[in-house]
C-alpha cells in the first residue's frame, strides 16, 4: 500500500512485543474471534510474522513464559492485514506545509518583539501539520530549508537593528540584550513546534545541524561576531567599566550579567566579554599606576593600600557580573598591572614606611602580591638590605647605648615574626613566579584544588634575616656583645618579677639569640663572667639556679669555656664552709660580738675575673683587726696559701639615726667607710676624706657622688651639682627621709664603670693578641711552610669560635713573630713564610 507502513521493524532493544500472545496465523482465525466478540465491522489486527526460524524459537518461548534476553532476539516484524489505511489527500499536506511555513516566519520576525507570538494556528496544530510534512509527506528537507532561510532572514535583521540603533554605549546594551533574550526564546519554541522536522529527519542527516544549535550558530556569526556588533559591545563594556572605576556604580549594570549570560549561551564569553574585561582592565590600571607614581605625593606604603583596596573593588564587581571563573583573572591582572614596574620603588620605600608603623598585616599583603607578581627576589634583597641598614644604625647609636638590646630585642621579634607568619610559602605563590598576563579562561567552573599544604616561613626571607643581623653587628666591633652581655645581667639581677619560669627563660633565650649574630664572642664571655661574678658577690643574683641553668645553656649551645663558671660556685660553697667553722671556733672562745657578723668569701684568682689590686681602701682600725683574726685562722688551717684582700665589692650594712627615725642601710664596703668617718665630724672635705681612706680619685669620686649626687642622699655637698669635685665639703645629712626602714643605696661600684669598660677592653685586646700569636704559631709548627693567604685563613680558622680578627692584626701579628725569629720569610717571594724551628 503507497502512503501506508506495510513493514515496521522495530529495534532489538524494543519489548514492545514481548507480552503479546501469538494467535493462530490465518485470516479465519481472526475474523471469528472478533466476530465472537462484536457486532462490529471487521478491523485489522496485528499479526506476528516469525521471520526465522530464531524467531519462531523466540515466539515458543514467549507463549511458555520465558522472556528471551534483548540481545538474543531478532527483529520482531509487524504486518498489517485486512482493509486499507486510506492515504492523506495531497492537499491537505500542502495546507500543512503552508502552515508550518508561515508559522516559522511568524515566529522569527524581529518587528514583532512581543512576548507571545501571533501564530496562524494552536501549538498543537502547528505540531502536528509538522508531522504530517515530515513523518507521512516526507517533504522534511524542503521544511528544514525553509527553517535556515528564516533563520538567516531573522539574524540579518536583528543585526541591522542593532546597528542602526539610536541608543549608544552602554545604553545600547540593554536593546542587544533584548534581541538576544527574544531570539533564544523563539528558537526554543520553534524547536518544540518542530519537534518532528528537528527529531525525525535532522537527527537522522548526521552533517545537518539540529534546530536551536543550528540558530545559535547563525545568531553569533551573523549578530554578534559582526564587527560593528562586537565593538559596539566592546564599546559598552569599556565605557560601563571606566564610569564605575571612576565614579561609583553604573545605573545599568544590571545589563551586564545579562550580556554575559547571554554571550556565553552562544560559547563566545572567553573571547568577547572576559579577554575584553582583562584588556580593558590591564591598560585602565597600568595608566593609573603611572599616574600616581608621575603625581610623587603619593607615598609606598599608601600607594600599596590603593592596590589593595582596588584589588578588592574589582573582585566584588567580577563575581558580581562575570563567572565565578573570571574573578581570579581579573584580580591578578589589576594587581599586575598595579604593581609591575613600580617592584623596585615599593620594596626600598615602603618596606622602611610599614616597618617603621610596626604593619605585619600590610607587609603580608605586601609580600602576598610581590609573590603573586614574581617580585619576591626585589621584596627579598630590600628586606634584607633595610634589615641591616635598620641592625646598624642601632648598634651605632651611641647616645642610647643603654637601650641597644632592648631596641634589638624588639626589632626582630617583629621580623621573626613577619618571616613566621607573614613571609610564608604558599603553593599558590609557587605557581605564580611570573606577571599575569590578561588571558582568558573557559566559562566552566574549575577543578577542585586539592587541598594547600600548611603554610612555612620562606626559607630566602629567614636566612636574609640572619645575614642582615650578622651583617649589622659588625658595623660596630665588641660593642654589641658587650651590651647584650650586660642586657642579662640586668634580667638576672632583677629576677622574674611575678613572670612565669617559661616566659622569663624564653626572655632570655631571645637575649641569648643575639649572641648569635655576633663575631666577638670572647667580648660577651668577658663581660659576662664580670657581671656574673659580681652578681654572686654581693648577693644580687635573683636565683643561683637560673644562674647555673643559664651557664649550662651557654657551655653546651655557644661556648664550652663557660665551664669556669661553674668553679665560682665551688669557691662560694667552700668559703660558706670555711666562714661557718671559723665562727664555730671563735664562738668556743667567746668572740662573738663583731666576727658574727662578719662574712668572708676565699676566691681562686683563676675562676674569677679580676686582677689584683694594687691600692685598696684603709679600713677603720677594728674592721682591719677582724680580718686579722681571720687571716690567722686561715693559715693555720691552710698552710702556704696567701690571700690578697679586695675589698672593691665588699658590703655592709649600718645603722644610721636620722630626724626622721633610726634607717638601716645596706651600702657597699667603700661606701660604709666613708659614712663611718662622719661619726666624728659633721663636715669633711674632700681632701680630708681622701686622706683617711687613700682611694684613687676616680674610686672616691664615684664613691662620694653616689651618696652625696644620687636618688638616696644621705650627704650633702656643698657647692650644690651633680659631679663631685675636690674642692667640695660633705656633710651629713640629717634631713633624709625614706618611707622603707631598710634603705638600699646604690653602688657605683658594683656596675660596670667606663673606666672599666676600658680596662676590660683593654684586656681583650691583649688577650687577642696572645691568642692570634699561638694560633700562627701553632699553624706554621704544623705546616712548616705557608704564603700570606693560606696563613691569614688558617689563621682565622684556629680563632673563629673567639672572635674574627681584622685582617690588619693579623697582618701585624705576622710581622711581630717574624721580628722575634718565630718565623722567617722567603728572600724570593716575600708572601711565603717558613716556620722557625
Same mark, same amino acid.
Given at each position: 500500500?503507497?502512503? %501506508?507502513?506495510?513493514?515496521?521493524?522495530?529495534?532489538?532493544?524494543?519489548?514492545?512485543?514481548?507480552?503479546?500472545?501469538?494467535?493462530?496465523?490465518?485470516?479465519?482465525?481472526?475474523?471469528?474471534?472478533?466476530?465472537?466478540?462484536?457486532?462490529?465491522?471487521?478491523?485489522?489486527?496485528?499479526?506476528?510474522?516469525?521471520?526465522?526460524?530464531?524467531?519462531?524459537?523466540?515466539?515458543?518461548?514467549? /507463549?511458555?513464559?520465558?522472556?528471551?534476553?534483548?540481545?538474543? /532476539?531478532?527483529?520482531?516484524?509487524?504486518?498489517?492485514?485486512?482493509?486499507?489505511?486510506?492515504?492523506?489527500?495531497?492537499?491537505?499536506?500542502?495546507?500543512?506545509?503552508?502552515?508550518?511555513? +508561515?508559522?516559522?516566519?511568524?515566529? $522569527?520576525?524581529?518587528?514583532?518583539?512581543?512576548?507571545?507570538?501571533?501564530?496562524?494556528?494552536?501549538?498543537?496544530?502547528?505540531?502536528?501539520?509538522?508531522?504530517?510534512?515530515?513523518?507521512?509527506?516526507? +517533504?522534511?528537507?524542503?521544511?528544514?530549508?525553509?527553517?535556515?532561510?528564516? $533563520?538567516?532572514?531573522?539574524?540579518?535583521?536583528?543585526?541591522?537593528?542593532?546597528?542602526?540603533?539610536?541608543?549608544?554605549?552602554?545604553?545600547?546594551?540593554?536593546?542587544?540584550?533584548? /534581541?538576544?533574550?527574544?531570539?533564544?526564546?523563539?528558537?526554543?519554541?520553534?524547536?518544540?513546534?518542530?519537534?518532528?522536522?528537528?527529531?525525525?529527519?535532522?537527527?537522522?542527516?548526521?552533517?545537518?545541524?539540529?534546530?536551536? &544549535?543550528?540558530?545559535?550558530?547563525?545568531?553569533?556569526?551573523?549578530?554578534?561576531?559582526?564587527?560593528?556588533?562586537?565593538?559596539?559591545?566592546?564599546?559598552?563594556?569599556?565605557?560601563?567599566?571606566?564610569?564605575?572605576?571612576?565614579?561609583?556604580?553604573?545605573?545599568?549594570?544590571?545589563?551586564? &550579567?545579562?550580556?554575559?549570560?547571554?554571550?556565553?549561551?552562544?560559547?563566545?564569553?572567553?573571547?568577547?566579554?572576559?579577554?575584553?574585561?582583562?584588556?580593558?582592565?590591564?591598560?585602565?590600571?597600568?595608566?593609573?599606576?603611572?599616574?600616581? %607614581? #608621575?603625581?610623587?605625593?603619593?607615598?609606598?606604603?599608601?600607594?600599596?593600600?590603593?592596590?589593595?583596596?582596588?584589588?578588592?573593588?574589582?573582585?566584588?564587581?567580577?563575581?558580581?557580573?562575570?563567572?565565578?571563573?573570571?574573578?581570579?583573572?581579573?584580580?591578578?591582572?589589576?594587581?599586575?598591572?598595579?604593581? *609591575?614596574?613600580?617592584?623596585?620603588?615599593?620594596?626600598?620605600?615602603?618596606?622602611?614606611?610599614?616597618?617603621?608603623?610596626?604593619?605585619?598585616?600590610?607587609?603580608?599583603?605586601?609580600?602576598?602580591?610581590?609573590?603573586?607578581?614574581?617580585?619576591?627576589?626585589?621584596?627579598?634583597?630590600?628586606?634584607?638590605?633595610?634589615?641591616?641598614?635598620?641592625?646598624?644604625?642601632?648598634?651605632?647609636?651611641?647616645?642610647?647605648?643603654?637601650?641597644?638590646?632592648?631596641?634589638?630585642?624588639?626589632?626582630?621579634?617583629?621580623?621573626?615574626?613577619?618571616?613566621?607568619?607573614?613571609? %610564608?610559602?604558599?603553593?599558590?605563590?609557587?605557581?605564580?613566579?611570573?606577571?599575569?598576563?590578561?588571558?582568558?579562561?573557559?566559562?566552566?567552573?574549575?577543578?577542585?584544588?586539592?587541598?594547600?599544604?600548611? #603554610?612555612?616561613?620562606?626559607?630566602?626571607?629567614?636566612?636574609?634575616?640572619?645575614?642582615?643581623?650578622?651583617?649589622?653587628?659588625?658595623?660596630?666591633?665588641?660593642?654589641?656583645?658587650?651590651?647584650?652581655?650586660?642586657?642579662?645581667?640586668?634580667?638576672?639581677?632583677?629576677?622574674?618579677?611575678?613572670?612565669?619560669?617559661?616566659?622569663?627563660?624564653?626572655?632570655?633565650?631571645? %637575649?641569648?639569640?643575639?649572641?648569635?649574630?655576633?663575631?666577638?664572642?670572647?667580648?660577651?664571655?668577658?663581660?659576662?663572667? +664580670?657581671?656574673?661574678?659580681?652578681?654572686?658577690?654581693?648577693?644580687?643574683?635573683?636565683?643561683?639556679?637560673?644562674?647555673?641553668?643559664?651557664?649550662?645553656?651557654?657551655?653546651?649551645?655557644?661556648?664550652?669555656?663557660?665551664?669556669?663558671?661553674?668553679?665560682?660556685?665551688?669557691? $662560694? *660553697?667552700?668559703?660558706?664552709?670555711?666562714?661557718?667553722?671559723?665562727?664555730?671556733?671563735?664562738?668556743?672562745?667567746?668572740? *662573738?660580738?663583731?666576727?658574727?657578723?662578719?662574712?668572708?668569701?676565699?676566691?681562686?684568682?683563676?675562676?674569677?675575673?679580676?686582677?689584683?689590686?694594687?691600692?685598696?681602701?684603709?679600713?677603720?682600725?677594728?674592721?682591719?683587726?677582724? $680580718?686579722?683574726?681571720?687571716?690567722?685562722?686561715?693559715?693555720?688551717?691552710?698552710?702556704?696559701?696567701?690571700?690578697?684582700?679586695?675589698?672593691?665589692?665588699? *658590703?655592709?650594712?649600718?645603722?644610721?639615726?636620722?630626724?626622721?627615725?633610726?634607717?638601716?642601710?645596706?651600702?657597699?664596703?667603700?661606701?660604709?667607710?666613708?659614712?663611718?668617718?662622719?661619726?666624728?665630724?659633721?663636715?669633711?672635705?674632700?681632701?680630708?676624706?681622701?686622706?683617711?681612706?687613700?682611694?684613687?680619685?676616680?674610686?672616691?669620686?664615684?664613691?662620694?657622688?653616689?651618696?652625696?649626687?644620687?636618688?638616696?642622699?644621705?650627704?650633702?655637698?656643698?657647692?650644690?651639682?651633680?659631679?663631685?669635685?675636690?674642692?667640695?665639703?660633705?656633710?651629713?645629712?640629717?634631713?633624709?627621709?625614706?618611707?622603707?626602714?631598710?634603705?638600699?643605696?646604690?653602688?657605683?661600684?658594683?656596675?660596670?664603670?667606663?673606666?672599666?669598660?676600658?680596662?676590660?677592653?683593654?684586656?681583650?685586646?691583649?688577650?687577642?693578641?696572645?691568642?692570634?700569636?699561638?694560633?700562627?704559631?701553632?699553624?706554621?709548627?704544623?705546616?712548616?711552610?705557608?704564603?700570606?693567604?693560606?696563613?691569614?685563613?688558617?689563621?682565622?680558622? #684556629?680563632?673563629? +669560635?673567639?672572635?674574627?680578627?681584622?685582617?690588619?692584626?693579623?697582618?701585624?701579628?705576622?710581622?711581630?713573630?717574624?721580628?722575634?725569629?718565630?718565623?722567617?720569610?722567603?728572600?724570593?717571594?716575600?708572601?711565603?713564610?717558613?716556620?722557625?724551628?
Amino acid at each position: 500500500m503507497a502512503d %501506508v507502513f506495510t513493514l515496521l521493524t522495530l529495534p532489538q532493544t524494543s519489548d514492545a512485543f514481548s507480552k503479546l500472545s501469538v494467535e493462530p496465523q490465518g485470516p479465519s482465525a481472526t475474523s471469528t474471534r472478533d466476530l465472537s466478540r462484536s457486532a462490529s465491522p471487521p478491523r485489522k489486527i496485528a499479526r506476528l510474522d516469525y521471520a526465522s526460524d530464531t524467531a519462531s524459537a523466540s515466539a515458543s518461548s514467549s /507463549r511458555a513464559g520465558i522472556a528471551e534476553p534483548a540481545d538474543k /532476539r531478532g527483529p520482531i516484524v509487524l504486518r498489517v492485514i485486512g482493509h486499507p489505511i486510506k492515504p492523506t489527500p495531497a492537499s491537505a499536506i500542502d495546507a500543512d506545509y503552508a502552515l508550518v511555513r +508561515r508559522s516559522v516566519k511568524a515566529l $522569527l520576525t524581529p518587528e514583532n518583539m512581543e512576548d507571545k507570538p501571533v501564530l496562524p494556528a494552536t501549538y498543537e496544530r502547528i505540531s502536528r501539520a509538522c508531522r504530517a510534512v515530515v513523518a507521512e509527506a516526507g +517533504r522534511g528537507e524542503g521544511l528544514y530549508d525553509i527553517v535556515k532561510m528564516e $533563520l538567516e532572514r531573522c539574524v540579518g535583521t536583528v543585526e541591522r537593528q542593532l546597528v542602526n540603533a539610536p541608543e549608544k554605549s552602554v545604553e545600547w546594551l540593554g536593546p542587544f540584550t533584548k /534581541r538576544c533574550a527574544w531570539f533564544e526564546k523563539r528558537v526554543s519554541l520553534l524547536q518544540s513546534l518542530l519537534a518532528y522536522l528537528d527529531t525525525l529527519y535532522a537527527a537522522e542527516k548526521t552533517k545537518l545541524a539540529r534546530i536551536k &544549535p543550528l540558530g545559535y550558530s547563525m545568531f553569533a556569526t551573523t549578530v554578534i561576531k559582526s564587527a560593528r556588533v562586537t565593538q559596539a559591545v566592546r564599546d559598552g563594556l569599556g565605557d560601563w567599566l571606566e564610569y564605575e572605576r571612576t565614579k561609583k556604580q553604573h545605573d545599568l549594570r544590571s545589563y551586564i &550579567p545579562q550580556l554575559v549570560r547571554h554571550i556565553r549561551a552562544h560559547n563566545l564569553y572567553a573571547d568577547l566579554i572576559e579577554l575584553t574585561y582583562l584588556d580593558l582592565t590591564q591598560s585602565f590600571y597600568t595608566k593609573e599606576s603611572s599616574d600616581l %607614581v #608621575a603625581r610623587g605625593d603619593v607615598p609606598a606604603d599608601e600607594f600599596l593600600k590603593k592596590v589593595d583596596q582596588r584589588i578588592k573593588e574589582e573582585e566584588e564587581r567580577a563575581r558580581a557580573v562575570l563567572v565565578e571563573s573570571s574573578v581570579d583573572a581579573v584580580r591578578d591582572t589589576t594587581r599586575s598591572a598595579l604593581l *609591575t614596574d613600580r617592584l623596585p620603588w615599593l620594596a626600598k620605600d615602603a618596606i622602611k614606611l610599614l616597618f617603621e608603623k610596626r604593619d605585619h598585616d600590610a607587609l603580608k599583603r605586601m609580600y602576598d602580591n610581590f609573590a603573586k607578581v614574581g617580585g619576591l627576589k626585589v621584596l627579598h634583597a630590600a628586606f634584607k638590605t633595610y634589615v641591616q641598614q635598620k641592625v646598624k644604625e642601632i648598634v651605632t647609636d651611641t647616645e642610647h647605648d643603654d637601650d641597644m638590646v632592648d631596641r634589638l630585642l624588639e626589632f626582630k621579634a617583629f621580623a621573626d615574626g613577619l618571616v613566621a607568619h607573614a613571609f %610564608v610559602e604558599k603553593d599558590s605563590h609557587a605557581a605564580s613566579s611570573a606577571p599575569v598576563q590578561p588571558v582568558a579562561s573557559t566559562s566552566s567552573a574549575p577543578a577542585s584544588a586539592p587541598a594547600t599544604a600548611p #603554610a612555612a616561613p620562606n626559607r630566602d626571607f629567614a636566612y636574609g634575616l640572619i645575614d642582615a643581623f650578622q651583617a649589622g653587628f659588625k658595623a660596630r666591633r665588641n660593642k654589641p656583645a658587650e651590651m647584650i652581655a650586660k642586657h642579662m645581667d640586668k634580667a638576672l639581677r632583677r629576677g622574674q618579677k611575678g613572670k612565669r619560669d617559661e616566659d622569663f627563660e624564653a626572655e632570655l633565650d631571645q %637575649v641569648l639569640a643575639l649572641y648569635r649574630f655576633t663575631d666577638d664572642m670572647d667580648v660577651f664571655r668577658t663581660f659576662y663572667q +664580670r657581671a656574673l661574678a659580681k652578681r654572686l658577690l654581693l648577693g644580687r643574683s635573683a636565683s643561683d639556679d637560673l644562674e647555673k641553668a643559664i651557664l649550662k645553656k651557654l657551655q653546651e649551645k655557644y661556648d664550652p669555656e663557660f665551664g669556669m663558671g661553674e668553679h665560682m660556685f665551688k669557691d $662560694l *660553697t667552700l668559703s660558706r664552709e670555711i666562714m661557718k667553722s671559723f665562727l664555730d671556733g671563735e664562738e668556743k672562745h667567746g668572740n *662573738t660580738s663583731r666576727l658574727q657578723k662578719m662574712n668572708v668569701m676565699v676566691l681562686q684568682r683563676s675562676a674569677w675575673p679580676f686582677a689584683a689590686r694594687k691600692n685598696d681602701i684603709d679600713l677603720p682600725r677594728w674592721m682591719q683587726d677582724d $680580718l686579722t683574726t681571720y687571716l690567722s685562722y686561715y693559715h693555720q688551717k691552710f698552710q702556704g696559701r696567701k690571700l690578697d684582700w679586695d675589698h672593691a665589692l665588699g *658590703t655592709a650594712t649600718l645603722k644610721a639615726r636620722f630626724k626622721a627615725g633610726e634607717k638601716e642601710l645596706s651600702v657597699s664596703l667603700y661606701q660604709a667607710v666613708i659614712l663611718l668617718l662622719f661619726n666624728d665630724g659633721d663636715g669633711l672635705s674632700y681632701a680630708d676624706i681622701k686622706e683617711h681612706t687613700r682611694l684613687d680619685d676616680g674610686e672616691l669620686q664615684r664613691t662620694l657622688q653616689s651618696l652625696a649626687c644620687g636618688k638616696k642622699r644621705v650627704l650633702r655637698k656643698h657647692p650644690l651639682g651633680k659631679d663631685v669635685n675636690k674642692t667640695d665639703t660633705f656633710y651629713f645629712n640629717a634631713d633624709f627621709t625614706d618611707p622603707r626602714f631598710q634603705v638600699h643605696i646604690n653602688s657605683i661600684q658594683a656596675k660596670e664603670t667606663p673606666e672599666e669598660t676600658k680596662r676590660t677592653q683593654s684586656s681583650i685586646e691583649h688577650d687577642r693578641k696572645h691568642a692570634l700569636d699561638a694560633a700562627i704559631v701553632r699553624v706554621m709548627k704544623g705546616k712548616k711552610e705557608l704564603t700570606y693567604e693560606q696563613l691569614k685563613t688558617a689563621t682565622i680558622e #684556629a680563632v673563629k +669560635r673567639h672572635f674574627v680578627p681584622d685582617v690588619a692584626m693579623i697582618k701585624k701579628r705576622i710581622e711581630g713573630l717574624v721580628e722575634q725569629d718565630y718565623l722567617r720569610r722567603d728572600e724570593e717571594d716575600i708572601n711565603k713564610y717558613y716556620y722557625v724551628a
